[in-house]
């Protein structure tokens, strides 16, 4: 079949074949995947996850560390008798790990460097759990820096990171058997012994552990270059008219009324009412009787000299670009400006 496709490039190629290439073009890595959640808990067992936040009155940017250290003293001095974990989870462009510190002493694991920070901060917690056995303390604090990954925990729903599923799992086991559990915030790098070992220890790690790539993750690692490869491409349409108005690919904020939304949009793309419904009706297309053109978005906004003095009124400038006009933050006088032209409704 290759050879058959090869001989006739102008046929389409399977689906498969295609995405082949397309792999093998954007190197992607070969790695497990974890499709979906292994388990989903029952509404009668769903778990109950809090955590507590002793610092939850203190703000980093207006506060010394030697305050979250008094702070965080006084919490280990109500819960004398847990035993302490610190996890923690560090990522760069080639490097991945997680740390765990129990009890003093230190591990670290190497993840593949497609998992997500997300993915980092919440895997050392589940490995803290999965150490915990019946010959161990029955008691334990477990700390992180990661607020989203407590959040997520507390808020779970079923289309949860897998590694959130995972944790939720073991813990309600670790409860059925007796476990005293708690999860504890706390604030990184303001010299917390335990955050720092923990931290050291994920930035360090060389045991690689051979966890499955959550599916949310793999997703960002493939929109990478896709995003890339489409914006390179757009960056080189230097004639395409909707280029000026959107150099850079991305979502752009929505108008809170969908009917001014539209409008904007029909700028944007300079397609109205006005300009292309002798297209639909076979009549010809419009003219400026003072610049004998066509009539465009362009033409109306930013070319016809006849509207000048309206563009000083509303813009100060009678020299203005599409992107001024109508690009991510829409000039907050466009709307007066072609109301008063009488374009507003013609749109």
Known sequence: ??????????????????????????????????????????????????????????????????????????????????????????????????GVVIEDIMHGYRLDTSCSVFTAEAVPIYRALQSIDSNMPRKYCIYTDSMSVLEALENYNDRCHPVVCNILDITSRLYGKGFDIVFCWLPSHVGIIGNEQADNAAKSATTHLPLAVPLSDMKRVIMHPISKLRQESWSQQLDNKLHSVKPVIGAWPVMPMRRTDVKLTRLRIGHTRFTHRHLLLGEDAPECPSCKVSYTVRHILIDCPVFNNYRITFFNSSHLTLPDLVGEIPHQNLFAFIRRLGFLYLI
């Open 1 to 98: 079949m290759k050879r058959l496709y090869d001989a006739r490039p102008s046929n389409i190629r399977p689906f498969m074949d295609r995405m082949k290439l397309h792999i093998s073009e954007l190197g992607l890595p070969n790695v497990h995947i974890q499709q979906r959640n292994l388990f989903l808990f029952q509404p009668w067992s769903t778990p109950q996850f809090h955590y507590i936040n002793p610092f939850a009155t203190y703000s980093k940017s207006t506060v010394a560390p030697v305050v979250f250290q008094r702070v965080f003293a006084y919490h280990r001095s109500q819960y004398s008798s847990y035993s302490t974990i610190y996890t923690d989870g560090s990522k760069r462009a080639d490097y991945v790990g997680c």
